[in-house]
């Protein structure tokens, strides 16, 4: 982490002028101030990294300006100057926070002591506090990935298999699913933990802005470009960088994306220094990329690239088992977030939710539990209070476009048999089979223009079991 910028507050002229002609030679930006009522307004108004302040100045002295910085800017590391080297000021000064003193007069090699200091120290805060943080997440993200089903276990599996190392993973599945969270599991459960975990939405950042997202700029480097603007590669040194919606970047970006993971370096728009970067990046889609690849819309090289370790996420409605795992979750963490009592789900609405089809996954469900949350006044939550779910399973074969048969099926048979507590011996295999042969044969004759000899083909049965059947399920034959 390195200082970019320095205000230096001291009444003396000649002061000012020696360590502002230093401190930029070094390539320092050095705001002055001559008193310290010019000094408090520059630091309000702007950032900082060093701020070295003379104990005596015009209107606010130092000591007076140094309670006020921890008041304002608690990070703002300051030095103090004083040319009047008592014990009494240097003990005053250290208690009061200031990260160092200095006695006038002073070489100028002392200042470049202190700021090799202010630099480390910096590096070291900057550390523990993303430690702290990442730490907490990391707890977080472990409680927010829940569910048991295989699909689920195989998941975790694949995490405890690339944590370890720096490959590349690119999670591909449905909006919804949780691939973020993944992301910052494999992260979290790496030898980067401490360092950052930096993501970045590549299909919400206009076009023309993302270059410089992801890359940065020097000052300059176009209209409003008025710092320098380090891109999310530098800030995820070290760390992970997550590219989610990696499938919606432009063909040129994807270019410049392939050569940072050959090369681990990037150069900043407007700029022509290589900069290194050891940065381990996940990649995220809800696209077949490979679709992309065929039509020439994703760049095979980059693909082949990120997809050293692929990780699919299935949908919701291909694991219904852990639909009540994740609906009790999410009902005990929003009432803890809203401060409300504790609530109940039904077993009426615990088999609604597990019937409906979820096309928005498990952002979905998380949203409907908030949602009955926040609107219902009792303690017990029933279908009434998902009374918008029942419309939408209802309809979600047309909600839904890559839903399979399969899963329309079985939604529709969970909700069939929400009512039914026991299961009793009968012919339910025949009547369920009557009911999915009946429509298939159907649609399969009108296809035909009722032609049996083409539909028994079709179907790959006999065509007097063809006829056999339609004559038991009541098929009434048309002719056009």
């Known amino acids: 982490m390195s200082l970019n910028r320095i205000l230096v507050a001291d009444d003396e002229e000649s002061m000012r002028w020696v360590l502002s002609k230093a401190l930029k030679r070094k390539g320092f930006e050095v705001d ?23 104990i005596k100045m015009p209107g606010i002295n130092g000591l007076d300006l140094l309670d006020k910085v921890r008041e304002l800017k608690s990070d703002l590391l ?44 910096r590096d ?62 494999i992260h979290f ?50 760390g992970t960088l997550f590219l989610d919606e990696i499938g919606d970047m432009p063909l040129e970006l994807q270019a410049k994306i392939l050569r940072v993971l050959q090369e681990q370096e990037v150069t900043r728009i407007g700029g022509n220094q290589n900069i290194a970067v050891d940065v381990r990046v996940v990649a995220a889609t809800n696209q077949a990329l490979i679709e992309k690849v065929r039509r020439k819309e994703f760049r095979e090289d980059l693909y082949y690239r990120l997809n050293v370790v692929p ?13 009540p795992d994740l609906a009790h979750y999410f009902l005990a963490r929003t009432c803890a977030e809203m401060s409300v009592p504790p609530k109940q789900l039904s077993d009426e609405s615990l088999a609604l939710l597990t019937s409906h089809i979820w096309p928005g996954n498990v952002r979905e469900l998380e949203n409907a539990i908030k949602r009955a949350v926040i609107l219902s006044n009792d303690p017990m939550l029933t279908p009434l ?7 939408t399973t209802a309809h979600s074969e047309s909600v839904s ?12 048979l969970r909700s069939c048999m929400n009512g039914v507590e026991k299961l009793d011996k009968g012919d339910i295999h025949a009547v369920v089979l009557e009911q999915v042969e009946r429509p298939l044969i159907r649609f399969i004759l009108e296809k035909t223009r009722w032609n049996q000899v083409k539909t028994a083909d079709i179907l790959g049965i006999n065509r007097n079991t063809l006829r056999k059947k339609i004559t038991e399920l009541g098929i009434e034959l048309k002719r056009d």
């Open 311 to 323: 990780i699919t996420l299935v949908p919701l409605r291909e694991r219904r088992d852990d639909i």
């Open 32 to 54: 002055l101030a001559s008193d310290g009522n010019q000094a408090l307004e520059l630091i309000k108004d702007n950032c900082y990294d060093l701020a070295i302040l003379d």
């Open 78 to 121: 300051v030095v103090i100057m004083t040319a009047e080297a008592s014990m009494k000021n240097a003990v005053e000064a250290m208690k009061r926070g200031a990260y160092d003193y200095i006695t006038k007069p002073f070489d100028l090699d002392v200042i470049d002591a202190i700021i090799e200091k202010v630099v480390r120290a």
């Open 401 to 412: 476009q890559e839903t399979s048969l399969e899963a329309l099926i079985d939604m529709k």
């Open 189 to 238: 459960n790496s030898g980067r933990l401490g360092k950052p975990f930096v993501a970045i939405n590549c299909a919400a950042i206009p076009r023309d802005l993302l270059e410089s997202e992801l890359f940065g700029s020097e000052k300059g480097a176009y209209t409003g470009a008025s710092d320098r603007k380090q891109g999310k590669f530098e800030q995820a040194s070290q």
């Open 385 to 391: 209070d998902f009374a918008g779910l029942a419309t």
């Open 124 to 185: 070291i805060r900057g550390q523990v506090k993303t430690l702290r943080q990442e730490l907490k997440e990391r707890y977080q993200v472990e409680k927010n990935i829940v569910g048991n089903s295989p699909a689920m276990r195989e998941i975790y599996k694949t995490i405890g298999k690339v944590a370890g190392s720096d490959v590349t993973v690119l999670i591909q599945g449905e909006s919804g699913t949780g691939k973020e969270q993944v992301a910052r599991a």
